[in-house]
C-alpha cells in the first residue's frame, strides 16, 4: 500500500468517532443494496482491513453473504 493512501486511510478512520456509517454493496444482478451500521471498527491499516456486524433478520443479509 503507498504510503499516502495508508495516511489517508488513518486519517478518514481517525474522524470516524461514532461508529455510525452507511454500508453498500451491489448484487449480482445489479441492485443497490445499502445499510445503516452502527458497529464499524478499524482492524488494520496494513492490510486495510474494518469490521462491521450485522442482524441476522436484516432484510439486506442475503446481498452481504
Avoid: K
Avoid at 443494496?33 to 488494520?44: A, E, K, R, W, Y
Wanted: aromatic share 6%; proline share 6%; net charge positive.
Amino acid at each position: 500500500m503507498r504510503a499516502v493512501y495508508r495516511r489517508e486511510l488513518r486519517d478518514h478512520l481517525g474522524r470516524s468517532t461514532t461508529g455510525v456509517c452507511i454500508v453498500t454493496t451491489q448484487t449480482p444482478s445489479g441492485r443497490d443494496v445499502g445499510l445503516t451500521i452502527n458497529s464499524f471498527v478499524p482492524m488494520s491499516l496494513g492490510p486495510p482491513l474494518v469490521a462491521w456486524s450485522q442482524a441476522s433478520r436484516s432484510s439486506g443479509l442475503a446481498a452481504f453473504s
